[in-house]
């Protein structure tokens, strides 16, 4: 995928690891069914370790929401406050 934002984004910081949970109006996901675009707020900070929040609704008609609150395994020291767009394929 490809993480998008505009906004402030202040510091230096490595690649890292995100964790999302997924909500979805039907319990069968399937291969695919996280394909699509996500629109949402984000924003973290990090000193060492970094923690963020992300707010992203979008997939399939717009009816998956990815989890608010995403833990970001980010190294280095970081603000960013942005609107995000993610892009799943």
């Known amino acids: ?10 510091g230096v ?3 890292g690891t995100l964790f999302w949970a997924v909500f979805a109006p039907d319990s069968h996901i399937g291969r695919g069914t996280l394909r699509g ?3 949402g707020a984000s924003g973290n900070i990090a000193l060492g ?3 963020g929040a992300n707010v992203l609704i979008g997939g399939s008609r717009r009816t998956i ?14 603000l960013a406050l942005a609107v995000a767009s993610l892009s799943l394929r």
Request: no cysteine; hydrophobic share 35%; net charge positive.
């Open 37 to 39: 675009n996500y629109v």
């Open 65 to 78: 929401s990815l989890q608010p609150l995403s833990v970001e395994g980010q190294i280095g020291l970081n």
């Open 1 to 10: 995928g490809k993480i998008r934002r505009i906004g402030l984004d202040l």
């Open 49 to 51: 370790v970094g923690l």
């Open 13 to 15: 910081t490595r690649g």
